[in-house]
């Protein structure tokens, strides 16, 4: 196991577009982009949030939406919108929301199975 990094398209709804190498990281919920891609896309906080950091310090920070695209997925995301010194994190909402897994044997990232609940006629438990 190690570290795995990816290279990924992040756009705004208008289809503005910028290339981030992003740190996969399986024990963060949310996606962070960099002060300089964030601020390059026009993208305006819609809220703000406390996050916990791994030394148990809490950080508030800003958060907004965009496209992300790996390969030939793209999807909607939640993005923490970073501050200076802020890495660019690939977390598991944006890879969840994507249909993909990571896989630390081959440091990459894969389709997930997926599943669904219940599938069938309404009100019918599958």
Do not use: H
Request: hydrophobic letters at 45%; glycine letters at 10%; one cysteine or more.
């Amino acid at each position: 196991m190690g570290i795995t990094y990816v290279d990924a398209e992040v756009s705004n709804e208008g289809g503005v577009a910028r290339t981030v190498r992003f740190l996969v990281d399986s024990g963060a919920a949310f996606t962070v982009l960099p002060q300089e891609t964030w601020r390059a896309l026009g993208l305006q906080p819609t809220r703000t949030v406390d996050f916990a950091l791994a030394d148990g310090s809490i950080i508030r920070r800003d958060v907004s939406y965009c496209f992300l695209k790996f390969q030939d997925v793209r999807a909607p995301t939640p993005v923490v919108l970073g501050e200076a010194n802020d890495a660019a994190l690939l977390g598991t909402l944006t890879l969840e929301s994507m249909g993909l897994v990571l896989d630390p044997f081959e440091r990459t990232l894969r389709p997930a199975r997926l599943r669904l609940g219940a599938v069938g006629p309404a009100g019918a438990i599958a």
